[in-house]
């Protein structure tokens, strides 16, 4: 394939997926400064609700979910190999699916506990909005869908910001330290909808992330890391901010 085609590809895909959700973010944080109150003050709902009806939320939610899972299955189409493994060169595989998860658990640690820092040192700055989480029991299926939209961030995230990413622009020789410095201000600018503090601990993430994808070529522990992240901050955030709301409020 040629390099313009290639070229042409990478923005059709970041077209349909996380290029045009910076973009949005980049217009949702502009009109956020435009304001009178300060970041801080104002707030930013994660996962909200789709529908007053019940039935017709949920179905809005699957939906939603299946339609962020197309750039996915896009991309693995377009990396498909015909011999095994069908997918290394987006760096999965079920070769050690015991090793990823356990480095999976770890970079959820790694990230995961100083992202708080950067959250909460975010807000005393005013440089990132005020996070309102589900109310985890507006329905039964609400924890479950939750945990499904952490699993599809994961997916959505990694899949196409590191391994698509990272096949692609090697195959334009773009050197290795501008792959991981391009993917990581794609991240941190797709969660500037935040604020600027989102902004900085997503570029930090994306870095780490990017650094270790360099080194090992494995993509799985990324989205086991990510997943667990968001699921953190979707079903337990909710949870401590109910017992400790003096503290995280």
Not at 129 to 139: E, G, I, K, S
């Amino acid at each position: 394939m040629s390099k313009q085609r290639l070229w042409v590809e990478i923005a059709l895909v970041l077209g349909l997926s996380l290029g045009i959700s910076a973009l949005y973010s980049v217009i949702g944080i502009a009109v956020r400064v435009t304001r009178t109150e300060p970041l801080s003050e104002q707030t930013a709902t994660l996962n909200r609700s789709a529908s007053t009806v019940e039935w017709a939320d949920f179905s809005y939610q699957i939906l939603g979910i299946a339609q962020s899972l197309v750039p996915v299955a896009l991309v693995m189409f377009l990396l498909y190999r015909a011999t095994r493994p069908r997918f290394s060169a987006l760096g999965l595989d079920a070769t050690a699916p015991i090793r990823d998860g356990v480095q999976g658990f770890g970079l959820a640690a790694l990230i995961g506990i100083p992202g708080l820092g950067v959250y909460f040192l975010g807000r005393e700055l005013d440089l990132t909005v005020t996070v309102v989480p589900t109310a985890l029991d507006t329905y039964w299926w609400t924890v479950p869908m939750l945990l499904l939209l952490a699993l599809r961030a994961g997916l959505v995230e990694e899949v196409i910001a590191v391994g698509y990413l990272f096949a692609r622009l090697r195959q334009l020789a773009v050197p290795l330290w501008a792959i991981i410095v391009l993917q990581a201000f794609l991240r941190g600018t797709y969660h500037l909808y935040q604020g600027f503090g989102a902004f900085v601990g997503n570029v930090a993430m994306g870095l780490i992330f990017g650094a270790i994808y360099a080194r090992t070529g494995r993509l799985a522990p990324l989205i086991v890391g990510h997943t667990l992240i968001d699921a953190v901050a979707f079903v337990g955030y909710p949870v401590a901010l109910e017992l400790y709301p003096e503290i995280l409020g």
